[in-house]
């Protein structure tokens, strides 16, 4: 067994932030952790960067990230007279910094393929909880924060809101490693006019056109990287790569996998099975893009026609065609694309599913029903961004824009 490291007050190099520093020896030996190094090898953003070459950073820079936000956040707090006790930070800097350990491979891409029934969030609960059985209960206070339990709900906010720390690193961040600069925002700015007010999390009057950029920038962000039309299609390809191996898994079929994914290919285990077993968390945090990728290596050899021919096209990027629209697709047209593919590689209709699919996509950059983004006035008055704003165009991005997307096996 290696020893325990003595100093442990690191300072990491951050592209996006520059130096972080790890502030206590409890958020290092949480750091250490392998629950927590697996998210070096799981990608922030999927397989983006089969168009945005530069984005394979993964989701330990983004956690990392956000903790040091969260640090400053506080500070910020504080120094207004806000009272925060070492606890309450310690905890609120845990939260921030787990807010993702329950996520899989390729992250977002493949939310619910491997857990169906587990969304990310409920499964970073779930190793935050078997951590904190480790760590012999130092972690309760980071739970109740991230479960929005504690009663200064304002540390809630800055982990999960409109304007949380989550958000304000990964906007940066991606923007960074896309090389996307509309993505671009002012989180030194908005953290410097953060306030709370009635236990809730405010920003400064002063900090309006700050928050307007963020909401711009994140609607740019989502229709040119998370929406971009080649980012659809090779989601589509990839879930439903892991979509066929589970159906012919249960079926009988003996596929290569690496023994944890067999396993939870083989299986459709829920939360109550991970919440009681935990053999079955090791195994999930074993898993992560290596994984798949290496499956998906081995797959274009299988002897199954649908799975060998998406693994085949996604190993060389040969995407399939994707069309965006502002109106749905007329059905004849998708009637049309099902039967060209059926036809080529004489499939039946319900495995023609696997090479085309309509759906639609919705970008909601500001929601006015959730946990709203306040702004607070000299006089005490507190107002909704879109009518704290003067630029009409907040009003117009609060309302979700749908789009519509066709992808199809081009043949």
């Not at 990230?65 to 506080?74: D, P, V, Y």
């Not at 409109?162 to 671009?184: A, K, M, P």
């Not at 629209?325 to 209709?349: Q, Y």
């Amino acid at each position: 067994m290696l020893a325990p490291k003595s100093n442990k007050r690191k300072i990491i190099n951050d592209p996006v932030h520059g130096f972080i520093t790890i502030p206590d020896e409890l958020l290092f030996d949480l750091i250490e952790h392998p629950y927590f190094q697996r998210l070096r090898r799981i990608k922030q953003l999927g397989l983006s960067h089969l168009v945005y070459p530069g984005a394979s950073h993964t989701r330990f820079h983004h956690a990392l990230g956000a903790m040091h936000l969260m640090n400053k956040a506080i500070s910020v707090l504080r120094s207004k007279g806000i009272r925060i006790t070492d606890k309450e930070r310690q905890a609120a800097l845990i939260a921030i910094l787990l807010h993702d350990i329950g996520h899989g491979p390729f992250s977002h891409t493949l939310e619910r393929s491997l857990l169906r029934k587990v969304s990310h969030e409920e499964m970073s609960l779930i190793f935050m909880n078997r951590l904190n059985a480790q760590f012999k209960g130092r972690l309760s206070m980071a739970i109740e924060i991230f479960s929005d339990k504690y009663h200064k709900k304002f540390l809630h906010r800055l982990v999960s809101s409109q304007l949380d720390v989550d958000r304000l690193d990964y906007l940066q961040r991606d923007s960074f490693f896309t090389g996307v600069s509309e993505g671009i925002i002012g989180s030194e700015r908005i953290i410097k006019m953060l306030n709370v007010w009635k236990d809730d999390l405010v920003v400064e009057d002063k900090g309006v056109y700050s928050i307007e950029n963020f909401i711009s920038a994140r609607r740019i962000m989502y229709w040119q990287v998370y929406m971009h039309k080649a980012v659809v299609s090779s989601e589509f390809m990839l879930t439903n790569i892991l979509r066929r191996a589970r159906e012919l898994m249960m079926d009988g079929r003996d596929l290569f996998a690496t023994p944890a994914l067999k396993v939870f290919l083989q299986a459709d285990i829920g939360a109550a099975n991970l919440k009681s077993s935990h053999e079955l968390v090791d195994l999930f945090a074993m898993i992560d893009d290596n994984d798949i990728i290496s499956a998906i290596k081995v797959w274009q050899s299988s002897g199954d026609l649908i799975l060998s021919t998406l693994c085949q096209r996604i190993i060389a990027r040969r995407l399939f065609k994707t069309i965006i629209s502002v109106e749905p697709f007329d059905e004849k047209l998708i009637r049309d694309k099902r039967a060209l593919v059926k036809k080529a590689l004489g499939l039946s209709e319900s495995d023609v599913d696997y090479f085309v699919r309509a759906e639609q996509l919705v970008n909601n950059a500001y929601d006015e029903n959730y946990k709203k983004i306040n702004v607070l006035f000299k006089d005490g008055k507190v107002k909704d961004i879109v009518r704290a704003s003067d630029n009409l165009n907040i009003a117009a991005l609060s309302k979700p824009v749908r789009k519509y997307a066709l992808c199809f096996l081009q043949v």
